[in-house]
C-alpha cells in the first residue's frame, strides 16, 4: 500500500511517501502554503500525485500524552483532507520527530534556507518510518 506522511505546519507541510511493500519511506518534499485552505487544497493533490492509499498524519501530542490545541488542528486538518480526496487519515503521535531531523541535518551540516524545509520533509519521513515500523511490529503481534 502507498502510505503518505505528512508533517503538517502553517507555512510549510513535509510529505514522504513509502513505496507499494511499505519498506522505505522517503522525503517527497515540502508544500509551502500561507493559509490553512491553501495547505489543505495543495496536500490534497500532492496525495493523489503520490497514489496515496492511506494519509498519515503527524499528532503533536503534548510530551505528557495530552492533546494541545495544535493537535486539534492536525486532527482537523487530517478529517477534511480524507473528506476532500476520499483517501483514509490516520493520526501518528510525532513527539520528538522535529528534534531527531534537526539532529541528523546538524550531524550532516545542513543549513540556512535549505534547513527549513529539509526539516519539514525529514520530519515527515520520520512520522513515516515510525508508523510504518509501528505496522509491522502490530502484524507481527497479531494485533
Same mark, same amino acid.
Given at each position: 500500500?502507498?502510505?503518505v506522511?505528512?508533517?503538517?505546519?502553517?507555512?510549510?507541510?513535509?510529505?514522504?511517501? %513509502?513505496?507499494?511493500y511499505?519498506?522505505?519511506? $522517503?522525503?517527497?518534499?515540502? #508544500?509551502y502554503?500561507?493559509? &490553512?485552505?491553501?495547505? !489543505?487544497?495543495?496536500?490534497a493533490?500532492?496525495?493523489?500525485e503520490?497514489?496515496?492509499?492511506?494519509?498519515?498524519v503527524g499528532?503533536?501530542?503534548?510530551?505528557?500524552?495530552t492533546?494541545?490545541?495544535?493537535?486539534?488542528? %492536525?486532527k482537523?486538518?487530517?478529517?477534511?483532507? $480524507?473528506?476532500?480526496?476520499? #483517501?483514509?487519515?490516520e493520526? &501518528?503521535?510525532?513527539r !520528538?520527530?522535529?528534534?531527531s531531523?534537526?539532529?541528523?541535518?546538524?550531524e550532516?551540516?545542513?543549513?540556512?534556507?535549505?534547513?527549513?524545509a529539509?526539516?519539514d520533509?525529514?520530519?515527515?519521513?520520520?512520522?513515516?518510518?515510525?508508523?510504518?515500523?509501528a505496522?509491522?511490529?502490530?502484524a507481527?503481534?497479531? #494485533?
Open positions: 500500500m502507498i502510505i506522511g505528512l508533517d503538517f505546519g502553517d507555512a510549510r507541510t513535509g510529505v514522504a511517501v %513509502c513505496d507499494k511499505e519498506m522505505m519511506a $522517503s522525503d517527497a518534499g515540502c #508544500i502554503a500561507d493559509t &490553512y485552505k491553501k495547505a !489543505l487544497a495543495a496536500c493533490e500532492r496525495v493523489r503520490l497514489g496515496a492509499e492511506l494519509i498519515v499528532n503533536p501530542v503534548n510530551m505528557d500524552g492533546s494541545g490545541w495544535r493537535s486539534d488542528k %492536525c482537523a486538518f487530517a478529517r477534511e483532507l $480524507s473528506e476532500l480526496t476520499g #483517501i483514509p487519515s493520526m &501518528y503521535d510525532e !520528538l520527530t522535529t528534534v531531523a534537526h539532529k541528523i541535518l546538524n550532516n551540516n545542513v543549513r540556512g534556507k535549505k534547513r527549513k529539509t526539516v520533509a525529514l520530519s515527515a519521513r520520520l512520522i513515516l518510518e515510525d508508523f510504518l515500523t505496522k509491522k511490529r502490530r507481527e503481534m497479531g #494485533i
